[in-house]
């Protein structure tokens, strides 16, 4: 599929696509449900995976279907239709790399919901991180290390944190739990 792309006089990229695409919506906290109802109202495909999770309250217990990633909806939409999406109530902007929306590739989305529909099936749990890959710069933001900042390696099929000293050619390579990095 042929897209074209152009800035306008403002930067703002304006596409020539005709064939709707798969982006990622970032809503307000808590607000995917009422995104992905809107959007699919306003004639948008849209893909809300969710998980079932138990709830606590002071007085009972409820499985309620909570979003497999917080704060975002997929949305197959055209570009020139992105201000339709971006005015949607709740939305607060179609995630960009390099200042240009992101397209998810029609894979990447079978696999999220395959993974779905294995989690929907109860066997199996997971438990959502951040996707770092090696050579990334990072920084723990809990624990006994907060606040220091190092490179994501590869060991012996581990994700590590590799924390150096440049000026004396010397790190230290620790196991952090990915939850508590955040990429720099």
């Known amino acids: 599929m042929a897209e074209t792309l152009r800035a306008d006089v403002a930067g703002r990229w304006i596409s020539g696509q005709t064939e709707p695409q798969w982006y990622a919506c970032y809503t307000r906290a808590r607000h995917e449900k009422v ?3 809107l959007l699919h109202e306003r004639g948008f495909e849209t893909f809300l995976p969710l998980v079932a ?9 409820k499985i309620v279907d909570w979003p497999l990633f917080p704060s975002y909806v997929f949305g197959r939409f055209r570009l020139v239709d992105a201000h339709i999406v971006v ?6 902007g179609v995630v960009k790399t390099n200042g240009r929306p992101a397209r998810i590739e029609v894979e990447e989305l079978e696999n999220v919901r395959r993974l779905a529909r294995a989690l929907a099936g109860g066997n199996v749990d997971a438990e ?21 900042r190092g490179i994501v390696v590869e060991h012996r099929n581990r994700r590590r944190v ?3 000293l440049r ?7 620790i196991d952090i739990d990915t939850r508590a990095l955040r990429p720099v």
């Open 128 to 148: 959502q991180r951040p996707f770092l890959a090696e050579g990334e710069c990072v920084e723990v933001m809990d624990g006994p290390f907060r606040g220091v």
């Open 53 to 61: 999770r138990e709830s606590r309250w002071k007085d009972r217990k």
């Open 167 to 173: 000026a004396i050619g010397q790190a230290l390579e």
């Open 162 to 164: 590799l924390i150096g």
């Open 35 to 37: 995104v992905d109802r």
């Open 87 to 92: 005015a949607t109530p709740g939305v607060a």
